[in-house]
C-alpha cells in the first residue's frame, strides 16, 4: 500500500543543522515529483522544496533557498532534505508529499492538490 514516513525531526538550536526523511513507498509506481511542505502554528501549509526525478530539477521556496537541499536516494527510496543554518522561522511540522503526475513544474511545484500522497509529519524547532 501507498506509505510516506518522515523522520529526522527535532529540537535544535539556531544555525544548527537537520537532515529529514522519508521514506517513499507508492507501490511500485514512479513519482512525478515529490515535495517537503510545512505547517508552522497559526499558519497555512507552505511549500519548502520540490524535485522532479523525470527531469532533474529542484526548486526551492526563497525563505529556504541556500540553506535546504532536497535529495533523493532512488535505490532506496528515500527522499531528503538537508537543512542548514536553521532559524526559529523555521519551526514547524514537516511533511512529504508525493504526486503521480502533474504538469508545469515552475507553475505547480507547490501546488498542494497534486500531491496526492502525504506523510503524517515530523516536528521541526529551532530556538
Known amino acids: 500500500h501507498v506509505q510516506l514516513v518522515e523522520s529526522g525531526g527535532g529540537s535544535v538550536q539556531a544555525g544548527g543543522s537537520l537532515r529529514l526523511s522519508c521514506a517513499v513507498d507508492?507501490?511500485?509506481?514512479?513519482?512525478?515529483?515529490l515535495g517537503w511542505f510545512r505547517q508552522a502554528p497559526g499558519k497555512e501549509r507552505e511549500g519548502v522544496a520540490a524535485?522532479?526525478?523525470?527531469?532533474?530539477?529542484?526548486y526551492y521556496a526563497d525563505s529556504v533557498k541556500g540553506r535546504f537541499t532536497i535529495s533523493q536516494d532512488m535505490a532506496k527510496n528515500t527522499l531528503y532534505l538537508q537543512m542548514n543554518s536553521l532559524k526559529p522561522d523555521d519551526t514547524a511540522m514537516y511533511y512529504c508529499?508525493?504526486?503521480?503526475?502533474?504538469?508545469?513544474?515552475?507553475?505547480?511545484?507547490?501546488?498542494?492538490?497534486?500531491?496526492?500522497?502525504w506523510g503524517q509529519g515530523t516536528q521541526v524547532t529551532v530556538s
Open positions: 524535485i522532479y526525478p523525470r527531469y532533474g530539477r529542484t
Open positions: 507508492l507501490n511500485g509506481d514512479r513519482p512525478y515529483s
Open positions: 508529499a508525493a504526486a503521480s503526475g502533474g504538469g508545469d513544474c515552475v507553475s505547480q511545484r507547490f501546488t498542494e492538490r497534486i500531491y496526492t500522497y
